[in-house]
């Protein structure tokens, strides 16, 4: 004689049935952050995603670079690309990307970045 589940629900495929729920159409879908609109500014394409703008050709990369709106190190990126105004006004986080860097405008970041390390992430693209 075989024993019976504990739980009293079955297999996992008996539990999924019971509960009507297709992983496959519902759930998942729901798990991939879908963009709630493109924009193109200054040449880069960026969905917003929740309250963040995000370069639309960002993939993987190696650094980041936090920048706090209105300090010392983006008077330092306006002064290397006007674009970087335009891009700050997406909303409160933009990342843009340049080469293997990311730029990310924020209310958040730093301000003490050298202007000479600014300017080699945004050459880099």
Do not use: C
Request: hydrophobic residues 45%; aromatic residues 10%.
């Amino acid at each position: 004689m075989q024993s019976q589940a504990a739980s009293g629900w079955g297999s996992p495929a008996s539990f999924a049935s019971r509960l009507n729920v297709d992983i496959k159409t519902r759930i998942a879908p729901a798990m991939i952050a879908a963009p709630e609109r493109i924009s193109e500014v200054g040449g880069h394409y960026f969905a917003k995603i929740g309250d963040d703008w995000v370069d639309q050709s960002l993939t993987t990369t190696t650094t980041t670079l936090r920048v706090r709106v209105g300090s010392d190190a983006f008077a330092h990126l306006l002064a290397l690309d006007a674009r970087f105004a335009q891009w700050a006004k997406l909303g409160p986080v933009v990342r843009i990307k340049f080469g293997a860097y990311v730029i990310e405008l924020s209310p958040n970041g730093f301000g003490d970045y050298s202007e000479d390390m600014l300017k080699r992430a945004i050459r880099h693209g």
